[in-house]
């Protein structure tokens, strides 16, 4: 049997460690990395596969990857993605999952995170797209934050988050509405600067130029 999203997700193993994770991460203070950022990133990954041609094996694969891409989280944030790639292979592999699938699946986990990125394969680079383009006020706790805690107030500020895929014109566009009266422009950049350059890298890999516009304004 092949390997599909929903199979994951109705793994009651795989939704305990993603709980767990974003368990973690509330203490620690991060914006929110559970199911709703998880099944986002899978879904994008797909669509982003899909509307570039490429076989509904790979979209499946990517959901799968982008759907376990932060499991490593219960472990520590500190090199989550080298351990949600171990955890993708064990739990992957009890679920019968074939030994091509796993390695396309964990690669692309393995290598999702900034400080080792790299758009590797087609499905890693689509997990980086959805992943780093996730930016929304809904992933944020706790309103109080927003005060100091500029990646809360990066977030809160995004009233509109549209990601545009159009292959004829060759671009793939992270189209932004931000509340400039919560956060100004330069603090996007401040935070994100080096997602958007790794989105860059993951876009060139699928033949696409990316491109961010914010507020109707191009940035890159």
Known sequence: ????????????????????????????????????????????????????????????????????????????????ERSGALMSFDLLRTMGAEPQEIADVITAIGYHDEGTAFPVSDIAAAVIIADKTDVRRSRVRNRDTITFDIHDRVNYAVEKNDLVIDVPA?????????????CPISEYFEIFLSRMLLCRKA??????????????????
Do not use: C, P, W
Request: neutral net charge; without cysteine.
């Open 1 to 80: 049997m092949a390997l599909t999203l929903e199979k994951v997700k109705r793994n009651e193993e795989v939704r305990a460690y993603i709980q767990k994770a974003d368990e973690s991460l509330i203490v620690l203070g991060y914006t929110e990395h559970s199911f709703a950022h998880v099944t986002k990133t899978a879904v994008t990954a797909a669509r982003i596969l899909r509307e570039v041609g490429r076989s509904e094996q790979q979209q499946e694969l990517a959901a799968v990857a982008g759907y376990m891409h932060d499991i490593g989280n219960v472990v520590n944030r500190n090199g989550h």
């Open 170 to 182: 060759g671009e793939i566009s992270l189209q932004l509405t931000i509340d400039t009266q919560v």
């Open 203 to 220: 876009a060139e890999r699928l033949k696409l130029t990316f491109r961010l516009v914010i507020n109707g304004q191009g940035m890159m």
